[in-house]
């Protein structure tokens, strides 16, 4: 598993990005999740997806603006992220784990493969 963030850059509030996380080792099987860290806050879940299909939202973080999907034949899971704000702003990071059960999806800990982060910045 190689994962590659990207989409992020700088937005007004109540802008779109569309994140992409991509496994370039071309890996099945495995559930990717979504975190963000701001500026001097902690690291926290924002949606994770489990193989082969279940969605998961952290709905403080996404309430109702973002949404995940898969695409298996490019190997990539997209974070579409609507109505942007100035509190979304932060590094986005994906993640990649084998044999994650649904509650675990929020759990950094659960999640072996880690890509290098993409910023998103929300200028209002």
């Known amino acids: 598993v190689q994962l590659q963030a990207s989409g992020g850059g700088l937005v007004q509030a109540g802008g779109s990005l569309r994140l992409a996380c991509e496994d370039l080792?071309?890996?099945?099987?495995?559930?990717v999740g979504w975190f963000r860290q701001a500026p001097g806050k902690e690291r926290e879940f924002v949606a994770g997806?489990?193989?082969?299909?279940?969605?998961?939202y952290n709905a403080d973080v996404v309430k109702g603006r973002f949404s995940l999907s898969r695409d298996s034949a490019k190997n990539t899971v997209y974070l579409q992220m609507n109505s942007l704000q100035t509190e979304d702003t932060a590094v986005y990071y994906c993640?990649?784990?084998?044999?994650?059960?649904?509650?675990?999806?929020?759990?950094?800990?659960?999640?072996?493969?880690w890509g290098q982060g993409t910023l998103v910045t929300v200028s209002s």
């Open positions: 993640a990649a784990g084998r044999s994650l059960i649904f509650s675990s999806l929020p759990r950094a800990g659960a999640y072996e493969h």
């Open positions: 080792g071309r890996s099945s099987g495995y559930s």
């Open positions: 997806i489990r193989w082969p299909g279940s969605i998961k």
